[in-house]
């Protein structure tokens, strides 16, 4: 079965940056979209930005001209670059493809913005 691994997370001041990272074992995601969620403690988990396998990005208003997803294919990792990190960014963050056929998910990586 596909295994994501999702690493990079941590315990950042407000307005530091962040890069996670997201590797697959046991399957290429080359010729799919991808994308990053993230899950706080009594939250819906949501998607917050999303690749597809030609290159084009979309994001949710609230990460938008913060965060930016790309993808390596050659590596088969996908990775989240967030910029000016806000607490409300705090939560578990998981990679996924959001075709509607996801793989079982991850362990997710803790994100925490706080001063």
């Known amino acids: 079965q596909v295994q994501l691994v999702e690493s990079g997370g941590g315990l950042v001041q407000p307005g530091g940056s962040l890069r996670l990272s997201c590797a697959a074992a046991?399957?290429?995601?080359?010729?799919?979209?991808m994308a990053w969620y993230r899950q706080a403690p009594g939250r819906q988990r949501e998607l917050v930005a999303s690749i597809r396998a030609g290159g084009s990005t979309n994001y949710v208003d609230s990460v938008k001209g913060r965060f930016t997803i790309s993808r390596d294919n050659a590596k088969n990792t996908l990775y989240l670059q967030m910029n000016s990190l806000k607490p409300e960014d705090t939560a578990v963050y998981y990679c996924?493809?959001?075709?509607?056929?996801?793989?079982?998910w991850g362990q997710g990586t803790q994100v925490t913005v706080s001063s």
């Open positions: 046991g399957s290429s995601f080359t010729i799919l979209a």
């Open positions: 996924n493809t959001p075709t509607g056929r996801e793989f079982s």
